[in-house]
């Protein structure tokens, strides 16, 4: 079944504890992306990725870290996260231009 | 600046009240427009891509439109099962970046 896996789903953590959120797809899509959703702002594009090695800073990059060591994996990193990344977190995959993307099922973080 | 605006935030409708959602777009130029549904704790589901004015796609009862400032995204006869928020995303020509509105929340009642 094609899909987009992310861990966790639901986070709670404190101010300043480094903390990685993982993305994998099993479709061998080029294109992968992360967004945060948050009440009357809609989804925001954190970072984005067009291949291996090859990341590029969306909307709202600030506190945020990402690699693409692999085509499947595309992880987000918090290095020091503050109550004000508290959100909805997505990531997604397409095989090209965005188009079809798949979405992930969400992360719900809440950094106190 | 690239900018996607939906309109209206939330909708009402009975069940077999057609109705249309808006979303107009300010981009450089159109690489490509994506309209998205998403329930209630869900990721987004893509619905279509529009890639060029006058292009039309259609899927059930939903069909979206696309001009050069603005698409549409018309329900025909909505039942409560299309009940969701419904997004919609803009590729713009100069960058990678992925650009979505707020959204149009819909709620279709029996």
């Known amino acids: 079944e094609a899909q987009v896996t992310q861990n966790p789903r639901y986070l709670i953590t404190v101010t300043g504890k480094k903390l990685t959120v993982t993305c994998s797809q099993n479709m061998n899509h080029e294109y992968m992306s992360w967004y945060r959703q948050d009440p009357g702002l809609g989804l925001r594009q954190i970072y984005y990725?067009?291949?291996?090695?090859?990341?590029d800073k969306g909307d709202v990059p600030e506190g945020y870290k990402v690699s693409r060591k692999e085509k499947r994996n595309f992880p987000l990193i918090l290095e020091s996260p503050s109550p004000n990344q508290t959100s909805l977190y997505f990531c997604a995959s397409s095989q090209q231009g965005w188009t079809e993307a798949f979405f992930g099922q969400g992360t719900r973080l809440t950094v106190v | 600046e690239d900018q996607v605006t939906q309109s209206p935030e939330a909708l009402r409708l009975q069940e077999g009240e057609s109705s249309s959602l808006n979303c107009s777009y300010t981009?450089?130029?159109?690489?490509?427009l994506f309209w998205y549904r998403q329930d209630p704790g869900k990721g987004p589901e893509f619905l279509f891509t529009l890639y060029s004015a006058g292009e039309e796609k259609e899927k059930e009862r939903l069909k979206a439109t696309l001009t050069k400032k603005e698409s549409f995204l018309h329900i025909t006869a909505p039942k409560p099962e299309d009940s969701a928020t419904y997004l919609c995303a803009v590729h713009p020509y100069n960058t990678d970046k992925l650009i979505f509105g707020t959204g149009t929340r819909l709620q279709v009642f029996p």
């Open positions: 981009v450089s130029g159109l690489r490509g």
């Open positions: 990725s067009m291949n291996v090695e090859v990341t």
